[in-house]
């Protein structure tokens, strides 16, 4: 039982590149979200989904998309990478309901 | 405005001592609190959840109260060891938020032999 695989575990981009940080889990969750976490900012939800099918805008979306074609899979899209965007970035899936979040391992990202 | 504070400063405990750990909002109505460990380099880990109809919740070594009221929960890990040394997490659910936790920025705990 794998629980939440983020990959890569490390990434530097150039401004201007684009790339999809892949999650994947395999606990059959229907919510699934990505979160960055930045020093003095704590952890801040980018987007979210439901269920397969349908996602939405967290905190800030800006400048990342996401899909969610399947129940096990939720991969995030940096369009145009800047900067700012540099930050660790995890992935989190939970049941319905009450349940607690279970996250992955990270991915740090450096955008130089 | 709102928000959720959790002590900035690091704790440090004597092994064998009790911790206590500080989560206080304002100006959120939490349906849920959870508390999380957080290693360094590590994601999250989920540790506890406490409703807003309950008072106290255990797990082995690990207490959390819940004050409506004051508007704080409180995390205890009592008989501390070494390998507690972490950061932790509160997160609210806040009522009428859609599955959205909002996250305090943790306090880090360091356990002394």
């Known amino acids: 039982n794998a629980g939440v695989t983020q990959t890569p575990k490390f990434q530097v981009l150039k401004t201007g590149q684009s790339m999809t940080l892949q999650c994947a889990q395999d606990?059959?969750?229907?919510?699934m979200s990505w979160y960055r976490q930045d020093p003095g900012m704590g952890l801040r939800l980018i987007h979210y989904?439901?269920?397969?099918?349908?996602?939405d805008q967290g905190e800030v979306p800006n400048g990342y998309n996401v899909s969610r074609s399947t129940t096990e899979d939720f991969p995030l899209r940096l369009l145009s990478a800047a900067p700012s965007q540099t930050s660790v970035y995890f992935c989190?899936?939970?049941?319905?309901?009450?349940?607690?979040?279970?996250f992955g391992s990270g991915t740090r990202l450096t955008v130089v | 405005s709102q928000k959720i504070e959790q002590n900035s400063e690091a704790l440090n405990i004597q092994e064998g001592k009790t911790a206590t750990l500080t989560c206080n909002y304002t100006n959120y109505s939490p349906a849920y609190l959870q508390w999380y460990r957080q290693d360094p380099g590590r994601g999250p880990v989920f540790l506890l959840l406490?409703?807003?109809n309950e008072k106290e919740k255990r797990k082995e070594r690990l207490k959390v109260t819940f004050d409506t009221t004051l508007k704080q929960s409180l995390f205890h890990i009592t008989a501390s060891q070494p390998a507690d040394s972490a950061t932790y997490l509160c997160a609210l659910f806040n009522a009428g938020n859609n599955r959205k936790l909002i996250w305090g920025l943790g306090t880090s705990l360091a356990v002394n032999p």
């Open positions: 406490i409703r807003e």
């Open positions: 989190a899936s939970s049941y319905p309901g009450t349940s607690g979040y279970t």
């Open positions: 606990m059959n969750h229907e919510y």
């Open positions: 989904s439901v269920g397969a099918g349908i996602t």
